[in-house]
C-alpha cells in the first residue's frame, strides 16, 4: 500500500494476515511449541475424558454434571479453534492465515468465550437451586429446563460473536498485515485499523464488561446464598462435600473471571500486547487444562465413576 499524493495512506483490502506470535529466536520458539503442544494435549485428554466419563456413567447423568459435560466440550474447542494453528506457526516459516481464516477463528474463539462464562453463572445458579431450594431442584432443573440454559448460553455467545466481529472485520485496515498476536483477536486488530477505534473500544469494553459483571454478579449472588445454607447445616461431612463441589467451582470461575478482566474489560488492555499474549495463553489453554483437573481430582463422584469406568475397561 503506497502513500497517495495528499498524504494519506491508501487503504485496500487485506487477503491476508501474518500472526507474528511470540519473539523469539529457533531455541525459544522450539520451546514455546513444545510447552503449547503438552498443554494442548493435556487439555483435550482431559476434556475429552471428562465428556466420556459422564457420558458412560449413569451416577453422573445430573444437571450439575450435564453443565459440567458442556464445560468440557466447550473448554476443549475453545483451545482447538486456536493452538492447531498456533503450533503449525511456531514452527512454520510462514505465519499467514486468510481474512476469511481470521474471521473464523475470531467468531469462534469469541463465541466459546462468552458461552463458557455463561456456562459458569448457570452452573453456580444450578448449585444455588440443589442447596438452598433441594425440594424444588427436580422440577427447577429438568433435563428441558437444563437443554434450555445451555442452549440460552450458546445463543448468548453467538450474539456477542456476530457483535464483535461485525464491528471489528468492517474497519479499514492500513499496509501492515501483521497481527502482533499468536491468533486473531480485538485488541490487535484494532491496531491495524486506519479508522478511529474508540467506538470499537468502547462496545469491546462495554460487551465484556456486561457479560463479565452480569454473570459474576450471578455467581456471587448464588454462593452468597450457598454459604449460608451450608454454614447453617449441622453435619460436618455434608458441609465439608458441599464445600469441596463448590469450592472447585469457585476455582474455574476465580482463574477464568479474573484473567478475562485484566484482557477485555480494563482501560490500557488494548495498549499491553505482549502482557495480553501471556494472559491468552492462561485463558485459553492453561485453564481448559486445569479444569478437568479442578473438577475430577476435588470430586468423589467423577473420581468414583473413573475408578468404575477403569475397572470395567479392565474386566473386558
Known amino acids: 500500500?503506497?502513500?497517495?499524493?495528499?498524504?494519506?495512506?491508501s487503504v485496500m483490502p487485506l487477503q491476508e494476515f501474518v500472526l507474528d506470535g511470540f519473539a523469539g529466536g529457533l531455541q525459544t520458539q522450539s520451546l514455546l511449541f513444545a510447552l503449547f503442544l503438552a498443554l494442548y494435549v493435556v487439555a483435550v485428554l482431559g476434556n475429552l475424558t471428562m465428556i466420556m466419563i459422564i457420558t458412560l456413567d449413569a451416577s453422573l447423568h445430573s444437571p450439575m454434571y450435564f453443565f459440567l459435560k458442556n464445560l468440557s466440550f466447550v473448554d476443549l474447542c475453545y483451545s482447538s479453534v486456536i493452538y492447531p494453528k498456533a503450533l503449525a506457526n511456531t514452527?512454520?516459516?510462514s505465519k499467514v492465515i486468510t481474512f476469511e481464516g481470521c474471521i473464523i477463528q475470531?467468531?469462534?474463539?469469541s463465541l466459546m468465550g462468552a458461552t463458557e462464562a455463561f456456562l459458569l453463572a448457570v452452573m453456580a445458579y444450578d448449585r444455588f437451586v440443589a442447596i438452598c431450594s433441594p425440594l424444588h431442584y427436580p422440577i427447577s432443573m429438568c433435563p428441558s429446563i437444563c437443554a434450555?440454559?445451555?442452549?440460552?448460553?450458546?445463543?448468548?455467545?453467538?450474539?456477542?460473536s456476530i457483535l464483535q466481529a461485525s464491528f471489528t472485520f468492517t474497519l479499514p485496515f492500513c499496509s501492515s498485515n501483521h497481527i502482533d498476536h499468536f491468533f486473531c483477536d480485538v485488541p490487535p486488530l484494532l491496531k491495524l485499523a486506519c479508522a478511529d477505534t474508540t467506538i470499537n473500544e468502547l462496545v469491546m469494553f462495554g460487551i465484556c464488561g456486561l457479560i463479565i459483571v452480569g454473570t459474576t454478579l450471578v455467581v456471587l449472588v448464588s454462593y452468597g446464598y450457598i454459604t449460608v445454607a451450608i454454614l447453617r447445616m449441622r453435619s460436618g461431612g455434608g458441609r465439608h462435600k458441599l464445600f469441596s463441589t463448590c469450592g472447585s467451582h469457585m476455582t474455574a470461575v476465580s482463574l477464568f473471571y479474573g484473567t478475562l478482566f485484566v484482557m477485555y474489560a480494563q482501560p490500557g488492555a488494548v495498549q499491553s500486547m505482549e502482557q495480553g499474549k501471556v494472559v491468552s495463553v492462561f485463558y485459553t489453554l492453561v485453564i481448559p487444562m486445569l479444569n478437568p483437573l479442578i473438577y475430577s481430582l476435588r470430586n468423589k463422584d467423577v473420581k468414583d465413576a473413573l475408578w468404575r469406568l477403569g475397572q470395567r475397561h479392565t474386566a473386558t
Open 91 to 93: 514452527v512454520s516459516s
Open 106 to 109: 475470531f467468531f469462534f474463539f
Open 1 to 9: 500500500m503506497s502513500p497517495q499524493g495528499n498524504g494519506n495512506l
Open 148 to 160: 434450555r440454559l445451555v442452549l440460552g448460553c450458546y445463543c448468548g455467545g453467538c450474539l456477542n
